[in-house]
């Protein structure tokens, strides 16, 4: 049997919603981030869905999210600054991304005498095990997914 494809609306739309990334803790339970920095949660793998009200400060980005559980996870967000000065940030929940912890925070990045500018950097985040790794220009970090370490 092949499987279908469908497109899944959030919140009854398509339009000015785009998702960052997304985590399956089960089978038919998905928790995602937004462009519009919002974290979506579906347990009917997109059926319904809600938003999440979170205390992740408005002003980051949200690039990643990883849910081990239905209450674990981690996610890793960006605040972009004016001239070319740039930051992240590794949360960590234990109650299904109602209320996030910080567990890290990377220095700011300033390339202001570049003519590269941050806005084109990506982050880039990779777990591995229990370990999570994020690039983003010139600052590699690593640490547990459980914001130990």
Known sequence: MLAQ??????????DDFYITSFTYPSENECFATTF???IIHTTDNWKTTERIKH????????????????????LVTRKEYIY???QFYVWTTTNGGHKWDLAFTSPVLNLS????????EDVLVEGFGETLFVLFADVIAV???DGTE
């Not at 205390?55 to 981690?74: A, C, F, L, R």
Request: aromatic fraction near 10%; glycine fraction near 10%; charged fraction near 25%.
């Open 55 to 74: 205390n992740v400060p408005s002003e980051q980005m949200p690039h990643y999210i990883e849910m081990t559980s239905k209450t674990d996870g981690v």
């Open 5 to 14: 494809w469908q497109e899944c609306l959030v919140d009854g739309k398509t």
């Open 113 to 120: 005498n570049s003519s590269f500018g941050l806005y084109y």
């Open 84 to 86: 070319q000065k740039d």
């Open 36 to 38: 519009g920095r919002a």
């Open 143 to 145: 640490g547990n997914k």
